[in-house]
C-alpha cells in the first residue's frame, strides 16, 4: 500500500521568507514523488518530480523538494517566497513496482503574506 | 495543444437528475483520470483508464460510471444526483512512457446538487 500526509492544513510566511511546505510518505519499495500546485479556481499543475537521482530536485517558479529516504520525507522548499506563491499545494506518491496509480496527499494552503 | 478541457465548467442539478461530465485530451495520453475534490479532503479517484476499453474503479466509484471509447475521451457519468456529489471534479491524463507519468490537469467542473 502506498499513502503520503501533508501534516500541515496551512502554512503563513512572510513574502521574502524561505518557505518549506512537507510531505511525508509510506510505499513499500521505491517512490515516486510529485509536487503539484494549483490556484484558485484552476486544475492541478505539476512542479517537480523525484524519480531516482540526486536528492535534490529542481522545479518550477523557483521550488524544489530534497527527498530524505531516511525521514520518508520530500520537502517543498524555496528560498524567497513571494506573493504570488500562495495557493494549495499537493504533494502525490505511487511504489514503483505497484499500480501506476498515485496517491495524493489532502494539501497545504500556503499564504505568503506583503 | 490544448491539453485537457472539461465542459461544463459549472453545472447545478437537482437530486435524482442525470448528467455526463465530458473530458478530452489531446496528446495521446494512454492513462486517464477522474478525481473529485472536496475542501480539505484532497483529491480523490473516482475512475481510471489504461487505454481505449480499458476502465477501472478508484476510491470512490460508487454513483458514478465511465467509458473510453477513444484515446482521448473519457466521459464520468451521474446517473442518479445526490446532495454528497456535490464537488469539483477534475479530468487528468498522463502517458505511461519509462518514467514520465507527470499528470496533466483539466481546468475543473464545479457540481452543485440541490
Known amino acids: 500500500a502506498q499513502s503520503v500526509a501533508q501534516p500541515e492544513d496551512q502554512v503563513n510566511v512572510a513574502e521574502g521568507n524561505p518557505l518549506t511546505v512537507k510531505c511525508t510518505y509510506s510505499?513499500?519499495?521505491?517512490?515516486?514523488l510529485f509536487w503539484y500546485v494549483q490556484y484558485p479556481n484552476r486544475g492541478l499543475q505539476f512542479l517537480l518530480k523525484?524519480?531516482?537521482?540526486?536528492?535534490l530536485v529542481k522545479g518550477s517558479y523557483g521550488f524544489e523538494a530534497e527527498f530524505n529516504k531516511s525521514q520518508t520525507s520530500f520537502h517543498l522548499k524555496k528560498p524567497s517566497a513571494l506573493v504570488s506563491d500562495s495557493a494549495l499545494y499537493f504533494c502525490?506518491?505511487?511504489?514503483?513496482?505497484?499500480?501506476?496509480?498515485?496517491?495524493f496527499g489532502r494539501g497545504t494552503s500556503l499564504i505568503v503574506h506583503p | 495543444n490544448a491539453g485537457v478541457t472539461q465542459t461544463p465548467k459549472f453545472r447545478i442539478l437537482k437530486i435524482g437528475q442525470s448528467m455526463t461530465l465530458q473530458c478530452t485530451q489531446d496528446?495521446?495520453?494512454?492513462?486517464m483520470y477522474w478525481y473529485r475534490q472536496d475542501p480539505g479532503m484532497g483529491l480523490k479517484l473516482i475512475y481510471y483508464?489504461?487505454?481505449?476499453?480499458?476502465?477501472d474503479k478508484g476510491e470512490v466509484p460508487n454513483g458514478y460510471n465511465v467509458s473510453r471509447s477513444t484515446t482521448e475521451d473519457f466521459p464520468l457519468r451521474l446517473e442518479l444526483a445526490a446532495p454528497s456529489q456535490t464537488s469539483v471534479y477534475f479530468c487528468?491524463?498522463?502517458?505511461?512512457?519509462?518514467?514520465?507519468?507527470?499528470?496533466?490537469f483539466g481546468p475543473g467542473t464545479r457540481l452543485l446538487v440541490l
Open positions: 502525490a506518491v505511487r511504489d514503483y513496482r505497484g499500480s501506476y496509480i498515485p496517491t
Open positions: 523525484y524519480i531516482t537521482g540526486d536528492n
Open positions: 483508464s489504461v487505454g481505449a476499453g480499458i476502465t
Open positions: 487528468a491524463s498522463s502517458y505511461l512512457r519509462d518514467v514520465q507519468e507527470t499528470q496533466y
Open positions: 510505499v513499500s519499495g521505491n517512490p515516486y
Open positions: 496528446m495521446n495520453h494512454n492513462y
